[in-house]
């Protein structure tokens, strides 16, 4: 067992298992930053000693392969949620908001995406398909050929994570309005599917 505080400050007790040490290295990712979350650090905040977490996860990369498996679910999910009922360019503007609003509310466990690839892992690879396959699905109502429909899902999924990325690490320069230049990516990439 192990004391964890909720959003309220209230402690209670929980079961220590592999979901709770991975959830809690997210929330230190999501609120103090992606270097802030190391296995000494999630310890403290779980009350236990480091060995102790060893029963969970293997080591760090372990730990880091697991949030960044998480995040990879936790965007498809988004993705699958926000073009359920809408096609085309809404569906594409729909995607993209909730892309970016994935990265703003969980920028910690999206940076972990980054800082583990998964070329040659089966698991991670078939993540990263899965956010590949939802863009394309929502792409059907272009009537792409099938090469030109994973291609579109590509530059969705390039363009979403670059824009995201830049984001979240203050890296568009002022003084225009962010949402408005998002929106005219999204006219963009629109108008060139639709000349495929």
Known sequence: MVRVSN???HVARTQLDEDVVIETAATIADEEGL????LTRVAKELGISQPALY???EGYDDLLRSLSLKGRRLLASR???AAIGVS???AVRAMGKAWRRTVMER???YAATDRCPCAGDAELEEAVEDIVA???QALKGYDLSPDDEVHAARLLRSAFHGFAHLEAGDGHPKPHDLDDTFDHIID???AGVRRL
């Not at 270097?35 to 190391?38: N, P, S």
């Open 134 to 136: 939802t863009l394309a």
């Open 79 to 81: 993705l699958q949620d």
């Open 88 to 90: 085309m360019d809404d």
């Open 7 to 9: 959003a309220r400050g």
């Open 188 to 190: 963009l990439l629109c």
């Open 35 to 38: 270097d802030a979350m190391t």
């Open 107 to 109: 920028p910690g466990l």
């Open 55 to 57: 029963r969970h996860v």
